[in-house]
Structures are given as structure tokens and as C-alpha cells.
């Protein structure tokens, strides 16, 4: 029986019952594919990929036809999942007008449920904006990469009372703006907890504690595959680089011994046909 693919609706009944709700980034169609298989109520095609997937030392280079072909195979790979497009750098800032257009590539090209874009108060029009053209927004504060060199690096916020209840009011704005949901990251989870109580809407969490409505990691880093660095809120539930690593090396060890391929790996002639190619050579 194929999974049912949550609605927004669905999203919001969640948080009214206290169900958390599990997700996770995908950049290609099999780890959708695996996601969806594994049960998760949402996948996000972050613009992390830009780090994941091209190597970047972050999200700024990151552009919106890379998230949209990359947000196209996540769909093929998980056709009954919510999927979240995210929106890369001045793909939104410039102008309410750029925002509403890009946003909706994500709907019209890759076929996404929602888009994602980070900042608070000062994205209350692209918001308003992009709701009113009938798309979903996730809003996302906290720890916003695509604005990290203002906040002085890869760096946890909302620490002191004064930092924290700017934040607090920059989701309380988000949810007037009509955003579905909101992502908060890299908050102290008592703060979390706050906006999760005090907003209508789901709070969902990265690096902001148990109490969120739910928990989003990034794939390549709960697998084992990102290597550069690991974030303080990331638990390794595999080191899929170092078991990669391995075969890899395994397979070339044995390509240069001649150990593969093996007689099992290779086609057979039909029987008498490589005398009459002998004789023809």
C-alpha cells in the first residue's frame, strides 16, 4: 500500500495532538527514495546542498536551478512525501516580486508542497507575498546560514533574554504573515519551547532541543557522508564516508590484483562460437 502523503492540514493536526514529526534533507532520488521508505513525514531539499552535494563552503553560491533539478529527483524518488523546497540565496531578498516568481518555479517545475526561507520580520512581505499567490511557507529563524556572516559565523542564537524574545517576536510575525509552519535552529531549547507553546502553527527544530514539533537533519550528516565538520547538534547514526572509503578501496586493490572481476561477473560465449571466431580472427 503506497504512503500517504501529508497534508497541510495533517501537518496541523500533529501539532494539536503532541505528535512529533520526523524529517530529513534529500539531494538525489535514492535517498528520497530510502526517506520515504523509512516512514518521514517531510523531506527537505535544503540549499545545504550547495556543501552536501557541490562542495561549496557554503550556501551562498547556491542557485535556484541547482535546487530545482536536485528538487526534481527528490520528487521522482518520493512521490507520497510533503517535500519543502528551499530558497537559495537572493532568490527571495530582491524584490516581493523575485520572491513570488522563484517560489513559484518550486511548485510549477519540481512539483515541491512548500518552500522554505530563512529570515523574520524583514521577510514579512515576501511571505505575505508568496501565501497570497497560493503557495505554503516555512519560515526559518534562528541560525540562518545564508545570513551567518551578519551573525558572526556558524554561531548558536537567541542565548540572552533580549536576543531571544527578538526572536520570538520574529516568529509570532511569521505566523500573522501566514506562514504554514517554521523552522527554528540553533536556539536553547527553553526558547524553543516558548514558540512552540506560544504559535498556532508547528515549530520544528534543528539544534533547538526535544520540544520542537518536530526534528530535521541534514541526510549527510546523520549517515556519515559529510566530513568537514560536525555540528554540536548532530548525532552519527552511521559513517557511511569511512564504510564508502573502504569499498573503494577494496575495489581498487582488487582491480589491480585482477581479483575482479571473477568468472561469476563476466558473459560466456555460446558453446563452439569461440572456435569459429578463432578461425575467422
Known sequence: MAKKKLSRIDIQQAKERKERLPWVTAYDYWTARFAEEAGMDMILVGDSLGMCIYGYEGTMPVTMDQCIYISEAVRRGAPNTFIIGDMPFLSYQVSVEEAVRNAGRFFKEAR???????????????????????????????????????????KA???????????????????????????????????????????????????????????????????????????????????????????????????????????????????????KLEKLL
Open 112 to 154: 515541491v508542497d512548500a518552500i522554505k526561507l530563512e529570515g523574520g520580520r524583514r521577510m514579512i512581505a515576501q511571505i505575505q507575498a508568496i501565501v497570497d499567490g497560493g503557495m505554503l511557507v516555512m519560515g526559518h529563524i534562528g541560525l540562518t546560514p545564508q545570513s551567518s556572516g551578519q551573525l558572526g559565523g556558524f
Open 157 to 275: 542564537q537567541g542565548r540572552t533574554a533580549e536576543t531571544a524574545m527578538e526572536l520570538i517576536e520574529d516568529a509570532r510575525a511569521i505566523q500573522k504573515a501566514g506562514a504554514f509552519s517554521l523552522l527554528v535552529e540553533a536556539v536553547p531549547p527553553e526558547v524553543c519551547r516558548i514558540m512552540r507553546d506560544d504559535l498556532k502553527i508547528p515549530v520544528y527544530g534543528i539544534g533547538a532541543g526535544v520540544e520542537a514539533d518536530g526534528q530535521v537533519m541534514i541526510c549527510s550528516d546523520i549517515l556519515g557522508i559529510f566530513q568537514a565538520f560536525t555540528p554540536k547538534f548532530v548525532r552519527k547514526y552511521d559513517n557511511l564516508g569511512e564504510r564508502t572509503l573502504k569499498v573503494f578501496t577494496q575495489y581498487a586493490n582488487e582491480v589491480r590484483s585482477g581479483e575482479f572481476p571473477a568468472e561469476e561477473h563476466t558473459y560466456k560465449m555460446v558453446e563452439g562460437e569461440l572456435a
